[in-house]
């Protein structure tokens, strides 16, 4: 059972430019790596003594990768480094496993490729930036592709927006997940776009792509969204129940971000509706960077996972 953390190393991922109202400046992106190593190392015991098991570095821009130095920022990391620190984490316990997202609602990390989306060199970047990552996490089982969120609402702030859509999203999909279990890896992605597009979910996605739904929310009641829940449209609770009804494993995952209630019930709500053998584990998302204002985030995170964990 895994009991997973999702920790960023690299913040180029929500926003081209700071948002209108200055209420979350650190989603803009920036020309500088945004990572606080003292509080990465000061978490990793944190999550040993909780009982997680496996570590998910959105990485981002993070990495001055050898096949595409030109999408690093100042003080993204050598190659070296990561693997040195990717010892660290194993050293507790912990597997790492990357994300790279590539989701056109965030890769601002990916720098020129971010404006060149479904493009041929959009897609050899794409290719090398994956085979040099499961190169450097040392053929990690898992990797995960993001995916989510890529509509023109989730990017109104933006100056630049692309939306893939119908059968150019699911052959982008296919590409990355090729592209991913070439290298020997299993891919791993969010799963919302089933609350919005189910049938063509269900036709499409392939069961070998694992499945991350995601819901942050207190309530977890099936019979209707309340009139001013942002996902009032997508049901997300549901589609847990509606993954596994056709037979996708998944690794639930809940967040502090909004309650501090909710990764507790998403445990709760996923034990009773998924069977076992396709229930993996789950994944706390905090979505907070790893700066030092947010360490009372992050260890409330991981004490909520410890908790869960408690119960199971």
């Known amino acids: 059972m895994v009991w997973g953390y999702l920790l960023h190393l690299g913040l180029n991922?929500?926003?081209?430019?700071?948002?209108?109202?200055?209420?979350?400046?650190?989603?803009?992106?920036?020309p500088f790596l945004?990572?606080?190593e003292a509080l990465f190392r000061d978490l990793l015991p944190r999550m040993r003594d909780a009982g997680l098991n496996m570590l998910v570095i959105d990485i981002g821009e993070g990495v001055r990768y050898v096949s595409r130095p030109e999408t690093a920022v100042e003080g993204s990391w050598p190659p070296e480094k990561l693997r040195e620190e990717l010892d660290r984490v194993r050293s507790f316990g912990l597997e790492p496993i990357p994300k790279l997202n590539f989701s056109a609602c965030h890769d601002a990390w990916m720098g020129p490729y971010a404006r060149m989306v479904s493009s041929p060199a959009y897609y050899a970047a794409?290719?090398?930036?994956?085979?040099?990552?499961?190169?450097?996490?040392?053929?990690?089982?898992?990797?995960?592709?993001?995916?989510?969120?890529?509509?023109?609402?989730?990017?109104?702030?933006?100056e630049?927006?692309?939306?893939?859509?119908?059968?150019?999203?699911?052959?982008?999909l296919r590409f990355l997940a090729e592209c991913v279990e070439a290298g020997g890896s299993r891919p791993w992605v969010w799963s919302d776009v089933v609350w919005h597009h189910p049938e063509a979910f269900f036709e499409r996605m392939p069961t070998s792509v694992?499945?991350?739904?995601?819901?942050?929310?207190?309530?977890f009641d099936l019979g209707?969204?309340?009139?001013?829940?942002p996902y009032r449209d997508a049901q997300a609770p549901r589609a847990y129940i509606d993954l596994e009804e056709h037979g996708y494993d998944q690794v639930p995952t809940g967040s502090n971000w909004s309650v501090d209630t909710n990764f507790?019930?998403?445990?709760?709500?996923?034990?009773?509706?998924?069977a076992p053998e396709r229930l993996l584990g789950f994944l706390m998302a905090p979505w907070r960077p790893t700066m030092?204002?947010?360490?009372?985030?992050?260890?409330?995170?991981i004490a909520q996972v410890a908790e869960a964990r408690a119960q199971w």
């Open 210 to 219: 694992l499945q991350s739904n995601w819901w942050y929310g207190d309530s």
């Open 34 to 36: 945004r990572f606080d």
């Open 264 to 274: 507790g019930k998403t445990v709760a709500f996923c034990r009773e509706r998924i």
């Open 13 to 30: 991922m929500w926003s081209d430019r700071a948002w209108p109202d200055r209420s979350h400046p650190y989603l803009a992106a920036q």
């Open 292 to 301: 030092p204002e947010f360490r009372p985030l992050h260890e409330a995170a």
């Open 160 to 172: 630049y927006v692309v939306v893939r859509q119908h059968d150019l999203w699911w052959h982008d």
């Open 126 to 158: 794409a290719r090398d930036l994956i085979a040099e990552t499961i190169e450097l996490f040392g053929g990690p089982r898992w990797f995960h592709l993001g995916m989510d969120e890529e509509t023109a609402a989730h990017q109104a702030s933006y």
């Open 224 to 229: 209707g969204a309340a009139p001013d829940d």
